[in-house]
């Protein structure tokens, strides 16, 4: 019987999410067989940072860490509102503890970093304003600068310029993990 495939859970914010940070690595991750689903604070409708928009087929109460092999959050000036968002947080503290693939890019680093995910880790984050590596320190991580940190099972990214890189790095280190 072959394996079945990989999935991962893409969570953008209803309002604001930055079209490319979402799309690029969801078809890179679909071109490599893993199947994607769009998670929002509501399952429906979403709207994109430029204009754009996508369907979140779960709202994120309904989403189960332990369906997916990857858990990513989108970044994009809307990602904000999950800072402080009691799923967002349930999701990030459970894909840890259950051992998947946790990644976020652009500001949603701060998303892990508020859940407390990122204490004792090294991180990246889009900080064009000179504030988010603040957010990050404050709680717990080791800020690198880098456009792409991989420390244990936490993947983040800067920002929109590394949208593929990320996506390509997900399926890099995802499909190691599968073959442990």
Same mark, same amino acid.
């Given at each position: 019987?072959?394996?079945?495939?990989?999935? &991962? =859970?893409? /969570?953008?914010?209803?309002?604001?999410?930055?079209?490319?940070?979402?799309?690029?690595?969801?078809?890179?991750?679909?071109?490599? +067989?893993?199947?994607?689903?769009? %998670?929002?604070?509501?399952?429906?409708?979403?709207? +994109?940072?430029?204009? +754009?928009?996508?369907?979140?087929?779960?709202?994120?109460?309904?989403?189960?860490? $332990?369906?997916?092999?990857?858990?990513?959050?989108?970044?994009?000036?809307? #990602? =904000?509102?999950?800072?402080?968002? &009691?799923? #967002?947080?349930?999701?990030?503290?459970? %894909?840890?503890?259950?051992?998947?693939? *946790?990644?976020? /890019?652009?500001?949603?680093?701060?998303?892990?970093?508020?859940?407390? =995910?990122?204490?004792?880790?090294?991180? @990246? =984050?889009?900080?064009? $304003?000179?504030?988010?590596?603040?957010?990050?320190?404050?709680? !717990?991580?080791?800020?690198?600068?880098? $456009? *792409? @940190?991989?420390?244990?099972?936490?993947?983040?990214?800067?920002?929109? &310029?590394? &949208?593929?890189?990320?996506?390509?790095?997900?399926?890099?280190? @995802? /499909? !190691?993990? %599968?073959?442990?």
């Amino acid at each position: 019987m072959p394996p079945s495939p990989l999935k &991962a =859970v893409l /969570i953008v914010a209803p309002h604001g999410y930055q079209e490319l940070e979402y799309q690029m690595p969801k078809q890179i991750l679909e071109k490599a +067989g893993i199947l994607t689903t769009t %998670a929002s604070r509501k399952s429906g409708k979403c709207l +994109g940072h430029a204009g +754009g928009s996508t369907t979140a087929n779960l709202s994120l109460d309904q989403v189960h860490v $332990d369906e997916y092999d990857i858990i990513l959050f989108v970044g994009g000036p809307g #990602a =904000v509102l999950y800072q402080h968002d &009691a799923e #967002a947080h349930r999701i990030a503290q459970e %894909a840890i503890q259950k051992k998947k693939l *946790l990644t976020a /890019i652009c500001i949603a680093p701060t998303i892990l970093a508020y859940a407390g =995910v990122l204490q004792g880790k090294k991180a @990246t =984050v889009w900080n064009a $304003d000179g504030e988010q590596q603040a957010v990050l320190e404050k709680n !717990g991580a080791t800020y690198t600068g880098e $456009d *792409l @940190t991989l420390d244990g099972s936490i993947l983040t990214a800067n920002g929109l &310029a590394m &949208a593929g890189k990320f996506g390509k790095k997900i399926v890099e280190v @995802t /499909i !190691g993990l %599968a073959e442990k």
